[in-house]
C-alpha cells in the first residue's frame, strides 16, 4: 500500500518512517542533516506524506521552509505522493488541509494576528519590509539629530543590519558592533538611544518590521498559556533548510515543542549562507544535545542530483573548508563531462558565451527554464540583462530588484497601507509625496496631527486643506476614506483610478507601469482580504515561477538568473556561476574575516550543487566594480577565485572563450550603441 517508500534509500526512508508505528505517529526529535542534493527536502516531503497517511491530522502540521513557494510546491508533492494511497479526492483535500506550511516569518505573522489583542498589539498592523525599515530608521535619524551629514554616523542601512543582528542574535550592542561593525564601535551609546526610538516610531505607528515578528513571537512563547495553546496545536513541527536559522527562531522551536517530540528538522552545514542574518550553523550542530533524550540523527550520503565529475568539483571545493561535518557526497550518475572552468575576456564576454551556451543547449533541446545563471550579487548581472535584452531571449530574475520593488508599484502598495493603518508614517509620507504641492514639512505636519489623533482618518478628513494642493488633496481624502469601507478587492482599482493622473505626470514610461498596476490587480484578486494580501506580497513577493502571480511575464519559457542565495534547494539541466573571479567570490565586500571566508566558500559550494547535468564556472579577466567609497566605477583585472587552487584543477576542464584567433570580429561589437542598460534601470524608477 505504501509503494511510495519503495522510492527510497534505506536512511531516507529511516527517515520518513520515523516515530510511525501503528497510528501513534509523534516520534523522538529527528535531526537528517545531509549534503546537497542527497535528497533532504524530498524525505521531508514523503514524511508529511507518511504522517498524514498514518493518520496524522494535516491541520496540526507545521511545516516551515524556506519561501512560500517551497512550502506550496512541498504541499503539491504531498498530493501526489499520497495520491495513491487515499484516492485522488482525499489527497487534494489534505493537501488544502496542510494550512499552516510556510515561512518562519509568514506563520508568525499569522499567529501574531491571531493573539494580538492578548499580547497588547494592534490587530491591524502593517508590516514593513526592508526597505520600509530602513526608511523609518531614517526618519527617526533625522529626528534625533544624527544623519549623515553633520556627523560621520552610520547610514540608515548600517543601522538596521546593526540593529537586525542584535535582535536576530540575541545579542548585546557592543557585541555586535565589536565583532561585525567594528568602525562604529564609538556610537554605541548613540545607536542605543536610535535604536529604543525606532522601536517607539514601530510601535506608535501600529508596524512590525521582518525581525519583529520572530522577536514578538518568540517573546509571545514565554507567556506559559499562550505557549501551551500554540504548542498544543501541532502534533509535528517539521523545518527544511534548519542550518540558515538563528537564535530567535531555535528558541521559537524549542518553546513550541519543549521536549522535542514530533519535531523534525534537516539541513546541510555546508551550505550554511545567511549568517548576516545571524543564522548559525551551531543551531544544527547542537540540535542532538538539546534535547533529552537525545534527538535521534541521521545522515544521507547519495546524491541524486548531479552528475560525478560535477559533484567531484563541488566536493573538491568544500573539502578545502576549514570545518566540514557533513561527509563527502557520492552519486551513480556517471558522465565524461567534466564542469567548465571558463576564461573570457570580460563581463561582455562572458554575456556572450553564456547566451551562446544557452542557445546550443535550447537547440539540442533543453528549454532555457531548465538553465540558470547565478551570480554572488544583483549587479553582476547587468552585462547579462543586457545582452539577453539584445537577443530576445526571455528571463526572469530571482534575488534583485523585484516587481514590487518598482515605484510605482510600491506607491499603490503604499495607499493601500496606509488605508489598513494611518499610523503607518512610512506609508504616509510615501504617499503625501506624491501630491503637488505638499513637501516633508506638510507631510510631517499632517502625520502628526493624525498621529495626536485617536481616530487618524477622521482627523485626516478635517485638517484644513494645505495650499497650493487643491482638488487633488480632496481626491486624495476621499479615495483614502473610501477605502476604508470598500470591498476587496475593489479598491485596488479606486486605487489606480486615483493614482494614473500622478504617474503620468511622474514617469515618462506610464504606460508600462500601468500594465503592471493591471497585474497587480490580477494577483490581488487571488487574495480574500487586503490584509492577506498586503501581509503576504511583504512578507514573500511573487516571482514568475507560478502561474496565478507573478510579474508581467509574456513568454513562457525563460532562463532563469538568480543571486546564489535566492537559488538555495532549487536544482536545474544547466547552471552557469558568473565571475567566480576574487573580489566577487569571494566578495570584496563580504570576506573581512576567516568566518566570512569560509561563508564565501560555502556560497560557492551551493552554486556549484545546483547543477544536474552541467556546469560552468566563468572567469573573466576583467570585470566591472561599482564605486566603492573613494574609488568610483571601474574596471579591475581579476584572477580566478581562491576557492579553486591549482589543486583543484583537474577536477575542471579548462577552456578559454572565444576560441578563435585573437582579433576575430566578436559577435555584437558592431554597429551604433544603443543604451539599453540605461532603459532597463528606467523601469524602474
Ligand atoms: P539541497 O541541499 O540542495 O536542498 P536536498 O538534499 O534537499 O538538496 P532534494 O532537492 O530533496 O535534495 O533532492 C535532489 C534531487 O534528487 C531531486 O531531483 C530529487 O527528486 C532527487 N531524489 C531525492 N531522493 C531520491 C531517491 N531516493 N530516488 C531518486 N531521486 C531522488
Ligand atoms: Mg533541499
Redesign the pocket.
Known amino acids: 500500500m505504501t509503494s511510495y517508500l519503495d ?3 534505506a536512511e ?1 526512508r529511516r527517515a520518513v518512517e520515523h516515530g510511525v508505528a501503528d497510528g501513534a505517529t509523534v516520534g523522538a526529535p529527528l535531526l537528517v542533516i ?12 514523503h514524511r508529511v506524506a507518511h504522517l498524514i497517511v498514518a493518520g496524522a491530522d494535516p491541520r496540526r502540521i507545521l511545516l516551515m521552509t524556506f519561501s512560500r513557494r517551497a512550502a506550496a510546491e512541498m504541499a503539491g508533492r504531498v498530493e501526489r505522493i499520497t495520491r495513491k494511497v487515499l484516492g485522488e479526492n482525499n489527497a487534494a483535500i489534505m493537501r488544502d488541509a496542510l494550512t499552516w506550511a510556510g515561512t518562519f516569518h509568514g506563520i508568525g505573522a499569522r499567529l501574531l494576528r491571531e493573539y494580538a489583542e492578548r499580547i497588547g498589539v494592534d490587530p491591524a498592523f502593517t508590516i514593513h519590509d526592508r526597505e520600509d525599515s530602513a526608511d523609518l530608521m531614517n526618519l527617526v535619524r533625522h529626528e534625533r539629530g544624527l544623519s549623515k551629514t553633520e556627523s560621520r554616523f552610520p547610514a540608515k542601512g548600517t543601522c538596521l543590519s546593526i540593529y537586525s543582528r542584535c535582535v536576530n542574535a540575541e545579542m548585546e550592542i557592543e557585541k555586535v558592533l565589536g565583532q561585525h561593525y567594528p568602525w562604529c564601535a564609538g556610537w554605541a551609546a548613540e545607536l542605543k538611544g536610535l535604536f529604543a526610538a525606532y522601536v517607539e516610531a514601530k510601535q506608535a505607528q501600529h508596524v512590525l518590521d521582518y525581525d519583529d515578528l520572530l522577536l514578538y513571537w518568540s517573546q509571545m512563547m514565554s507567556d506559559a498559556l499562550i505557549t501551551d495553546e500554540i504548542g498544543g496545536r501541532f502534533d509535528h513541527v517539521l523545518v ?2 534548519y542550518q540558515d536559522t538563528n537564535r530567535l527562531q531555535s528558541s521559537i522551536l524549542l518553546a513550541l515543542k519543549p521536549d522535542g517530540r514530533g519535531l523534525t528538522v ?3 552545514d555546508a ?1 550554511s549562507i545567511y549568517s548576516f542574518r545571524a543564522a548559525t550553523v551551531r543551531n544544527i550542530l547542537d540540535f542532538p544535545q538539546s534535547f533529552s533524550p537525545r534527538a535521534e540523527m541521521i545522515t ?1 550520503d ?4 548531479s552528475t560525478q565529475p560535477v559533484l567531484a568539483a563541488a566536493n573538491g571545493v568544500i573539502g578545502l573548508a576549514r570545518e566540514r561535518f557533513t561527509k563527502n557526497l557520492w552519486t551513480d550518475r556517471t558522465s565524461t563531462q567534466k564542469p567548465q572552468l571558463v576564461t573570457v575576456h570580460d563581463e561582455a564576454d562572458q554575456a556572450r558565451y553564456i547566451v551562446e551556451q544557452v542557445l546550443a543547449n535550447r537547440e539540442q533541446g533543453a528549454l532555457l527554464k531548465h538553465q540558470a545563471v547565478l551570480f554572488r550579487t544583483s549587479s553582476h548581472s547587468g552585462p547579462l540583462e543586457i545582452e539577453l535584452t539584445r537577443r530576445n531571449i526571455p528571463f526572469v530574475k530571482f534575488g534583485g530588484l523585484k516587481f514590487l520593488d518598482a515605484a510605482h508599484v510600491k506607491d499603490v502598495l503604499a495607499l493601500l497601507r496606509f488605508a489598513e493603518n494611518p499610523r503607518d508614517r512610512v506609508a504616509g509620507f510615501r504617499i503625501l509625496h506624491l501630491l503637488p504641492g505638499i513637501g516633508p514639512a506638510t507631510a510631517q505636519r499632517v502625520l502628526d496631527q493624525m498621529a495626536e489623533s485617536m481616530d487618524p482618518l477622521h482627523a485626516l478628513a478635517h485638517l484644513p486643506v494645505p495650499a497650493r494642493t487643491g482638488d487633488d488633496w480632496t481626491s486624495f481624502v476621499r479615495t483614502v476614506e473610501n477605502l476604508r469601507y470598500s470591498e476587496w478587492p475593489v479598491d485596488l482599482e479606486r486605487v489606480r483610478l486615483w493614482y494614473e493622473p500622478h504617474l503620468d505626470r511622474i514617469h515618462e514610461d506610464s504606460e508600462t507601469r500601468r500594465a503592471d498596476l493591471m497585474q497587480l490587480e490580477q494577483i490581488a484578486s487571488g487574495y480574500s482580504s487586503r490584509e492577506k494580501f498586503l501581509t503576504e506580497l511583504t512578507l514573500d513577493p511573487p516571482d514568475a515561477t507560478s502561474d496565478k502571480s507573478g510579474p508581467p511575464l509574456r513568454d513562457e519559457d525563460y532562463l532563469i538568473l538568480s543571486t546564489i542565495h535566492s537559488a ?4 536545474w539541466k544547466s547552471v552557469y556561476v558568473l565571475n567566480v573571479v576574487d573580489g566577487c567570490m569571494p566578495s570584496d565586500l563580504g570576506a573581512g574575516t576567516s568566518a566570512e571566508l569560509e561563508e564565501e566558500r560555502r556560497l560557492l559550494y ?1 552554486a556549484m ?2 547543477a ?1 547535468d552541467d556546469l560552468h564556472l566563468v572567469v573573466p579577466q576583467r570585470f566591472f566594480v561599482h564605486g566603492q567609497a573613494a574609488k568610483g566605477d571601474r574596471h579591475v583585472y581579476a584572477s580566478r577565485t581562491r576557492f579553486i587552487p591549482e589543486q583543484l584543477v583537474y577536477l575542471f576542464e579548462r577552456t578559454a572563450w572565444p576560441k578563435a584567433a585573437a582579433g576575430a570580429a566578436r559577435t555584437g561589437s558592431q554597429g551604433p550603441k544603443i543604451d539599453i542598460g540605461a532603459r532597463m534601470r528606467g523601469m524602474w524608477r
Open positions: 522510492t527510497l534509500n531516507q545531509a549534503g546537497a542534493g542527497s535528497g533532504k527536502t524530498n524525505t521531508l516531503a527544511d533548510e534537516v539541513g546541510d551550505q544521507l547519495r546524491n541524486y542530483r538555495k534547494g532549487q536544482e551551493v550543487t545546483r544536474k
